[in-house]
C-alpha cells in the first residue's frame, strides 16, 4: 500500500509542474494572427482597408464644395482696376467648380453695400447648366438684367465716390430650374432675380473684393 501511495503521488506532482511549467497556449504567434483576423474583420465591416487614401474612395462619395474664382483676383483681395470705371470697365472672368446635382441654370450678380443700401453692379441670368466660366468681358452668355446704375443691360463697372474701400461680392447661383422672370430684360432688376430664384437655388458660391477710389 504504501508503494502505490509513493506512485500516486509521484505521478499527481509530474502533473502539477507539467501544467504550472507548459507554455500558455496563446503565444506571440497566435496573438498577432488573431489581431490580423480582427483587422481583417474591421475592414470587411468598414467596406475598405482601413489605411485607405482620398484616391481609392469611389468617384461618387466625393464631393467638393461649391467654389467661385476668379484669375483676375482672389478672395478677399482688389479688384483690379480695369473692371473699374476708373479702367476699362470690363467684367472680370469667373469660373465655378463643384456644381450641386440637379443643376439646369445658373445666374451671376455683382453687389455692394452702398450708403443707401444694397446695390447691383451685374445681374446676369438663364445661364446654361453646362457654362463653367465666363471669360472678361464676356458677352453672348446668359442675359443682362438692369443694374443699380442702369439704364444699360450689361456689367456696370465700380465707380464709388468713395472716400475709402468699398467691397464688391460676385456670387454665382446653382438653380434647379429656369426663373421666372419679366419678359422684358430691363424689368428684371438684381432683387427681382433674387425673388425669382429663391425657391429654386441649390447652391450659391461668393467671392469679395475691395477697391478704393
Given at each position: 500500500?504504501r508503494?502505490?501511495?509513493?506512485?500516486?503521488s509521484t505521478?499527481?506532482?509530474?502533473?502539477?509542474?507539467?501544467?504550472?511549467t507548459?507554455?500558455?497556449?496563446?503565444?506571440?504567434?497566435?496573438?498577432?494572427?488573431?489581431?490580423?483576423?480582427?483587422?481583417?474583420?474591421?475592414?470587411?465591416?468598414?467596406?475598405?482597408?482601413?489605411?485607405?487614401s482620398?484616391?481609392?474612395?469611389?468617384?461618387?462619395?466625393?464631393t467638393?464644395?461649391?467654389?467661385?474664382?476668379?484669375?483676375?483676383?482672389?478672395?478677399?483681395?482688389?479688384?483690379p482696376?480695369?473692371?473699374?470705371?476708373?479702367?476699362?470697365?470690363?467684367?472680370?472672368?469667373?469660373?465655378?467648380?463643384g456644381?450641386?446635382?440637379?443643376?439646369t441654370?445658373?445666374?451671376?450678380?455683382?453687389?455692394?453695400l452702398a450708403?443707401?443700401?444694397l446695390?447691383?453692379?451685374w445681374?446676369?441670368?438663364?445661364?446654361?447648366?453646362?457654362?463653367?466660366?465666363?471669360?472678361?468681358?464676356?458677352?453672348?452668355v446668359?442675359?443682362?438684367?438692369?443694374?443699380?446704375?442702369?439704364?444699360?443691360?450689361?456689367?456696370?463697372?465700380?465707380?464709388?465716390?468713395g472716400?475709402?474701400?468699398?467691397?464688391?461680392?460676385?456670387?454665382?447661383y446653382a438653380?434647379?430650374?429656369?426663373?421666372?422672370?419679366?419678359?422684358?430684360?430691363?424689368?428684371?432688376?438684381?432683387?427681382v432675380?433674387?425673388?425669382?430664384?429663391a425657391?429654386?437655388?441649390?447652391g450659391?458660391?461668393?467671392?469679395?473684393?475691395?477697391?478704393?477710389?
Open positions: 500500500m508503494s502505490i501511495a509513493r506512485f500516486v505521478g499527481v506532482l509530474a502533473a502539477f509542474a507539467a501544467c504550472t507548459a507554455p500558455p497556449a496563446t503565444d506571440a504567434a497566435v496573438l498577432a494572427d488573431a489581431a490580423t483576423a480582427a483587422d481583417a474583420a474591421v475592414a470587411t465591416d468598414a467596406g475598405a482597408p482601413a489605411d485607405a482620398p484616391a481609392d474612395v469611389p468617384g461618387d462619395l466625393v467638393a464644395p461649391f467654389a467661385l474664382t476668379s484669375v483676375a483676383f482672389t478672395n478677399g483681395g482688389t479688384l482696376v480695369v473692371y473699374t470705371c476708373d479702367g476699362a470697365g470690363h467684367s472680370p472672368p469667373l469660373a465655378w467648380t456644381v450641386p446635382q440637379g443643376t441654370e445658373f445666374a451671376v450678380t455683382m453687389t455692394t450708403r443707401d443700401g446695390k447691383w453692379n445681374v446676369l441670368f438663364h445661364v446654361p447648366g453646362s457654362v463653367r466660366s465666363l471669360a472678361e468681358q464676356s458677352a453672348g446668359g442675359t443682362n438684367g438692369i443694374t443699380s446704375d442702369g439704364p444699360a443691360l450689361a456689367y456696370s463697372p465700380p465707380c464709388s465716390q472716400p475709402g474701400p468699398m467691397m464688391y461680392t460676385f456670387t454665382v438653380l434647379s430650374a429656369s426663373p421666372t422672370l419679366p419678359a422684358q430684360a430691363r424689368q428684371v432688376t438684381g432683387a432675380l433674387e425673388g425669382a430664384i425657391a429654386i437655388t441649390l450659391r458660391a461668393s467671392a469679395t473684393v475691395t477697391y478704393t477710389r
